[in-house]
Every structure is written in structure tokens, then in C-alpha cells.
């Protein structure tokens, strides 16, 4: 499984990007994936993450109702919508993806994306 981020760049507060998780591999369609992120001098944290078979969705609380997770499973890609931006989301974001159909630690892990939310 490859997993390929992109969307990342500079946005001033309040604006809004959108992050894209594109997979390749074997069974990849079916397997949940989400987005992780680390700041600078911090631990990597859990963002969002979707199962692809069932849609359900999960949020961290410090981005709920502002970070949208989506997916197209015939594109194999699973987006993540980020609105109302702040300082404090700038990271690198990182795409992951369990080797099953529910979330739950990560088995594949792709390349970072940085997203940098000026004040």
C-alpha cells in the first residue's frame, strides 16, 4: 500500500484548505485511513480518520465541526475539508491507513503534506 498526501500550503487565518489521500495497492479501497498531524516540539496527534466501507467518521475534539474527512472510493482517495484555520493547526499532516476495514492503529503511513496557518 502507498499513500500519497498533497494539498498542503500557507492559508491565513480563517481560511480553508483541502488535504487529498491518494492509495494504491492491494485491498487499499477497503481499508479505513486517516490523518495524523505534528507540530513543531510536539508529539504526532489524530486528527480524523473514515472507514471507506461503513462511512463512519472520527474526529479529534480540537477540530471537530471546523475539519471535514470525505472519501471517493472509486478515486481511492480520501480528502480532508479544513475550514475556519487557525495558528495552532499548522503541521505537518501526515495519511494513514490501518490493513483493515475499521480504524484503529495505523499499518501504512504516506509522506507528509505542511500546512502553515498564518496569523
Known amino acids: 500500500v502507498q499513500l500519497q498526501a498533497s494539498g498542503g500550503g500557507l492559508v491565513q487565518a480563517g481560511g480553508s484548505l483541502r488535504l487529498s489521500c491518494a492509495a494504491s495497492g492491494r485491498s487499499v479501497s477497503i481499508y479505513a485511513r486517516g490523518w495524523f498531524r505534528q507540530a513543531p516540539g510536539k508529539e504526532r496527534e489524530f486528527v480524523a480518520a473514515?472507514?471507506?466501507?461503513?462511512?463512519?467518521?472520527y474526529y479529534a475534539d480540537s477540530v471537530k465541526g471546523r475539519f471535514t474527512i470525505s472519501r471517493d472510493n472509486a478515486k481511492n482517495t480520501v480528502y480532508l475539508q479544513m475550514n475556519s484555520l487557525k495558528p495552532e493547526d499548522t503541521a505537518v499532516y501526515y495519511c494513514a491507513s490501518t490493513a483493515t476495514t475499521s480504524w484503529g492503529t495505523p499499518h501504512y503511513w504516506g509522506q507528509g503534506t505542511l500546512v502553515t496557518v498564518s496569523s
Open positions: 473514515i472507514s471507506p466501507t461503513s462511512g463512519i467518521t
